[in-house]
């Protein structure tokens, strides 16, 4: 009877507490009847309760700005705290309470891993909810994933989980080519098992780009062979050499941004790579509209946003019109970011320290592998720093923070 009374109250009270926020927002509609002012707020519907949260559905008053209540969003966090989430379509709006919200840290832990990729084919580790559940996604289905976030935001202990997990789990079935165009990040995945190349300049780049790319039109040319859609049906045919998966991570991929022919396969990757089992992560610390733009942007199906600068970089990574604004993130709130897959999530990356990763895979470690592109190079200038421009200089200096 108390626990009914309590939840009863409780309910009672976020409802005005709701009903104050429209007010202390200015969340109205003015207008003139006759000879009166008339101020409409926001009318509150149904509530639905249940373990883990509390639904309050409002509606807007016809003729109200629905950029007003996103652009006053602020004054939601003031009010309910951190965790909730509001969604809507310019009239009618949900606001979630989220309940027993787990804000302990989260640490990189294999045991949870484990259970939780299992089933997945391409298994990429997102991070916690707000129940301490820990997401992760299959990139099969889901293809190619951004990662944005500026500097100390957690973006790069979030590609150092991915890519640490896949080694671990998934190298027998994965290809691995790791560009590190600030040559800060990927160091630790040299000389390991089922790492094709660790690249850090933008003509071994180009080379290693065009040797993957080469592989869509002679895994096209297979696939159509046999009148196959995808490399997994492919694999399936008893007899045939398997064909692994190709993942190829770029970190800061900003910084290429004027090399078309680069960026040209690329986009091409992004396009076809899915039937063919190629797959891309690009991360950048500020996001660029000349780089997400288009085709290339759409087919980013995954995109993780750690902390942003403003809601316009933030727009960039998640889209406009979702009402979530990754420049809202705490900067004390490291590795938390918000997810956009089926829906928006916000979520907390594992910590993963870089020393704690090196623990992990010195049992992968392989001497140096013959690589035949090295060759190519021998009599090629290969000074990446003398091709940069002054700004991307500055970029390159700014570094990660750890966190």
């Keep these: 009877m108390i626990k009914l009374i309590s939840k009863k109250y409780t309910k009672y009270m976020n409802k005005a507490k709701l009903k104050n926020l429209f007010m202390v927002a200015d969340l109205k509609l003015t207008f003139n009847n006759k000879n009166a002012t008339v101020e409409r707020y926001p009318a509150i519907g149904g509530v639905n309760d249940n373990e883990t949260h509390t639904d309050y559905t409002f509606y807007l008053p016809q003729g109200f700005n629905p950029k007003k209540l996103i652009e006053k969003e602020y004054v939601f ?19 979630r309470l989220y309940k027993n919200v787990d804000t302990s840290p989260k640490v990189y832990d294999q045991t949870e891993i484990e259970t939780a990729i299992k089933g997945h084919g391409l298994p990429i580790v997102a991070g916690y909810n707000l129940f301490g559940n820990l997401i992760c996604y299959d990139m099969v289905p889901n293809p190619h994933l951004l990662i944005a976030g500026e500097s100390g935001s957690g973006k790069s202990m979030m590609l150092r989980t991915i890519l640490s997990t896949l080694l671990l789990y998934k190298r027998d079935e994965i290809d691995f080519y790791l560009a590190d165009m600030k040559r800060t990040e990927f160091h630790i995945f040299r000389n390991r098992e089922s790492v094709r190349a660790v690249i850090t300049d933008k003509k071994r780049l180009a080379l290693y780009l065009a040797h993957v790319h080469a592989q869509l039109e002679i895994r096209g040319k297979m696939l159509d062979a046999r009148g196959l859609d995808h490399i997994d049906h492919y694999n399936k045919i008893p007899g045939v050499a398997k064909q692994k998966y190709i993942v190829f991570a770029i970190d800061e991929v900003a910084l290429l941004r004027k090399d078309k022919e680069i960026m040209s396969m690329v986009e091409d990757i992004s396009t076809q790579g899915r039937a063919m089992g190629i797959f891309l992560i690009l991360s950048m610390q ?17 995109r993780y946003a750690f902390r942003h600068a403003d809601v316009i970089n933030s727009n960039i990574t998640l889209g406009s019109g979702t009402g979530v604004d990754a420049s809202s993130i705490n900067k004390a709130d490291k590795g938390k970011f918000y997810m956009r897959h089926e829906e928006i999530k916000l979520l907390q990356a594992p910590k993963l320290e870089i020393e704690d990763a090196k623990e992990l895979l010195d049992p992968l470690s392989v001497p140096p592998v013959y690589d035949p592109i090295e060759e190519l190079l021998d009599t090629m200038v290969t000074d990446f720093n003398s091709d940069q421009t002054e700004d991307e200089s500055e970029e390159e200096e700014s570094g990660e923070e750890e966190w």
């Design 77 to 95: 966090t003031q009010t309910f705290g951190d965790y909730y989430d509001l969604k809507g379509d310019g009239k009618m709006y949900r606001l």
């Design 286 to 302: 500020r996001p660029d509209s000349k780089i997400l733009d288009g085709q290339l942007k759409s087919n980013l199906t995954v």
